[in-house]
C-alpha cells in the first residue's frame, strides 16, 4: 500500500508524544519532518521534547523549529497541564542530533517541493508554523492533500469556555488554515475528550514492557493527574485523534460543518464556530470529528505501542 507522505508539526506535550508513538508506528505513513511551534511550552522546550521524543521511538527525520511566537498574540503556555519542561513524567534519552539550523516553514516547503505526491499535514498544536508556511508558500498550498488537526471544539472550550487551547494561543493561524480552502479534519474537543484512556489503560500498555511502553504508560500517568483534578474518570489523549483520522477514520464519525474562528470577542477569542444548522448557507470547510469507538481507539495506541517491543512475557 502506498504510504502518505506527513509533517507532523506540534507542542510536546504529552498528548503529541502519544500521538507520534502513534504515527510512527503506522505502516501508513512516511513521515518526512518534524517541526515544533510554541504552546504546552516555549518553543525551545517543545524543540527539545520533540528531540528527545524522537530518539525515544527511534524517528529520524529532520527536526526543524518553528515561529517562536504566535502570528499576533502574545505566546502562552501551559505548565499546569505539561509541567515546566512540557513533558514532566519519565526520564527520557537526550536528542540524537540538533534540531537543523532552518526554520520549520522552510523544511516543511522543502519536503513539499521535493515530494512528487501531495502531503498531509498533522498539526496538533496551535498552527502558528502552518499559517506562516500558507502565507509564504502560496504556490504550494495545492501540494497539500489535507490537514488533519487537533484544535477546536464546537460545543465548548478547554482554556476559556469558549475556546479550545490550540486555537486560543493562535486565532489568527487558525483563521487562515480554515480559510485556506484545503480539505480539514478536525478533531476537537466535541471528540477527543471521548477519546479517554483510563488507568487500566495505562496498565495494559506499561505491561507491554519496552522502554517505549513504559515511558508511554507514564506520560498518561502524568497527563491524567490535571484532568483527574477536574473531574475526568481518564486521560483525553486529544493529539493521538488526528491521526487516527488519518490512520483509522473507521474508528470515527464525522459531520461536514462551516466553521469559522472568533478572532476577537471579549469572551470568545479562539472559538470555533460551527454551522451546524446551516444557517449561513456557505459550503462546509472541515470534516469535523464529532465521535469516536473508544476501545477501538485504545486497542489502536495499544498495538501502536507493541511496534516498539513485545510484551516481556512473551
Ligand atoms: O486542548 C488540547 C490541546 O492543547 C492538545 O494539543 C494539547 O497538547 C495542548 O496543546
Ligand atoms: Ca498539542
Same mark, same amino acid.
Given at each position: 500500500m502506498k504510504k502518505t507522505p506527513v509533517i507532523l508539526d506540534g507542542d510536546p506535550g504529552h498528548d503529541d508524544a502519544i500521538a507520534w508513538v502513534l504515527a510512527k508506528a503506522s505502516t501508513q505513513l512516511d513521515i518526512l519532518a518534524v517541526t515544533t511551534c510554541c504552546g504546552n511550552q516555549t518553543l525551545e522546550k517543545t524543540t527539545y521534547n520533540a528531540g528527545r521524543?524522537? #530518539?525515544?521511538?527511534? !524517528?529520524?527525520?529532520?527536526? #526543524?523549529a518553528g515561529r517562536i511566537k504566535p502570528l499576533l498574540a502574545d505566546p502562552m503556555v501551559a505548565p499546569s497541564v505539561h509541567g515546566v519542561s512540557g513533558l514532566d513524567g519519565p526520564d527520557l534519552p537526550s536528542p540524537l542530533r540538533e534540531p537543523l539550523t532552518i526554520d520549520a516553514v522552510t523544511l516543511m516547503a522543502q519536503c513539499v517541493e521535493q515530494q512528487s505526491d501531495q502531503v498531509a499535514l498533522i498539526p496538533t498544536g496551535p498552527m502558528t508554523n502552518i499559517a506562516a508556511f500558507l502565507l509564504l508558500y502560496p504556490q504550494l498550498k495545492n501540494k497539500i492533500s489535507h490537514i488533519y488537526l487537533m484544535g477546536g471544539g464546537i460545543g465548548h472550550g478547554n482554556w476559556t469556555p469558549a475556546a479550545e487551547f490550540n486555537i486560543l494561543v493562535d486565532p489568527e493561524a487558525a483563521d487562515i488554515v480554515f480559510r485556506s480552502g484545503i480539505p480539514i479534519t478536525m478533531a476537537g474537543l466535541d471528540v477527543t475528550e471521548q477519546a479517554?484512556?483510563?488507568?487500566?489503560?495505562?496498565?495494559?500498555?506499561? #505491561?507491554?514492557? $519496552? %522502554?517505549?511502553?513504559?515511558?508511554?504508560?507514564?506520560?498518561? %500517568?502524568?497527563?491524567? *493527574?490535571?484532568? @483527574?483534578?477536574?473531574?475526568?474518570?481518564?486521560?483525553? &489523549?486529544? =493529539?493521538? +485523534?488526528? &491521526?487516527?483520522?488519518?490512520?483509522?477514520?473507521? !474508528? !470515527?464519525?464525522?459531520?461536514?460543518?462551516? +466553521?469559522?474562528?472568533?478572532?476577537?470577542? =471579549?469572551? $470568545? @477569542?479562539?472559538?470555533?464556530? *460551527?454551522?451546524?444548522?446551516?444557517? $449561513?448557507?456557505?459550503?462546509?470547510?472541515?470534516?469535523?470529528?464529532? /465521535?469516536? =469507538? @473508544? %476501545?477501538?481507539?485504545?486497542?489502536? !495506541? &495499544?498495538?501502536? &505501542?507493541?511496534?516498539?517491543?513485545? /510484551? #516481556? /512475557? %512473551?
Amino acid at each position: 500500500m502506498k504510504k502518505t507522505p506527513v509533517i507532523l508539526d506540534g507542542d510536546p506535550g504529552h498528548d503529541d508524544a502519544i500521538a507520534w508513538v502513534l504515527a510512527k508506528a503506522s505502516t501508513q505513513l512516511d513521515i518526512l519532518a518534524v517541526t515544533t511551534c510554541c504552546g504546552n511550552q516555549t518553543l525551545e522546550k517543545t524543540t527539545y521534547n520533540a528531540g528527545r521524543i524522537m #530518539a525515544l521511538i527511534g !524517528l529520524d527525520v529532520p527536526l #526543524a523549529a518553528g515561529r517562536i511566537k504566535p502570528l499576533l498574540a502574545d505566546p502562552m503556555v501551559a505548565p499546569s497541564v505539561h509541567g515546566v519542561s512540557g513533558l514532566d513524567g519519565p526520564d527520557l534519552p537526550s536528542p540524537l542530533r540538533e534540531p537543523l539550523t532552518i526554520d520549520a516553514v522552510t523544511l516543511m516547503a522543502q519536503c513539499v517541493e521535493q515530494q512528487s505526491d501531495q502531503v498531509a499535514l498533522i498539526p496538533t498544536g496551535p498552527m502558528t508554523n502552518i499559517a506562516a508556511f500558507l502565507l509564504l508558500y502560496p504556490q504550494l498550498k495545492n501540494k497539500i492533500s489535507h490537514i488533519y488537526l487537533m484544535g477546536g471544539g464546537i460545543g465548548h472550550g478547554n482554556w476559556t469556555p469558549a475556546a479550545e487551547f490550540n486555537i486560543l494561543v493562535d486565532p489568527e493561524a487558525a483563521d487562515i488554515v480554515f480559510r485556506s480552502g484545503i480539505p480539514i479534519t478536525m478533531a476537537g474537543l466535541d471528540v477527543t475528550e471521548q477519546a479517554l484512556l483510563y488507568p487500566e489503560d495505562f496498565d495494559r500498555i506499561g #505491561a507491554i514492557g $519496552s %522502554e517505549v511502553a513504559k515511558v508511554t504508560a507514564g506520560w498518561l %500517568e502524568f497527563f491524567y *493527574g490535571f484532568h @483527574r483534578a477536574l473531574g475526568y474518570h481518564g486521560a483525553p &489523549v486529544h =493529539d493521538a +485523534v488526528a &491521526v487516527a483520522a488519518l490512520i483509522r477514520p473507521d !474508528l !470515527l464519525t464525522f459531520q461536514d460543518l462551516y +466553521v469559522e474562528i472568533e478572532t476577537t470577542g =471579549d469572551y $470568545s @477569542r479562539g472559538a470555533t464556530i *460551527g454551522d451546524v444548522y446551516g444557517i $449561513s448557507n456557505k459550503p462546509a470547510n472541515v470534516r469535523c470529528i464529532v /465521535d469516536i =469507538d @473508544r %476501545e477501538g481507539f485504545v486497542d489502536l !495506541l &495499544v498495538d501502536a &505501542v507493541r511496534f516498539y517491543g513485545r /510484551d #516481556a /512475557d %512473551e
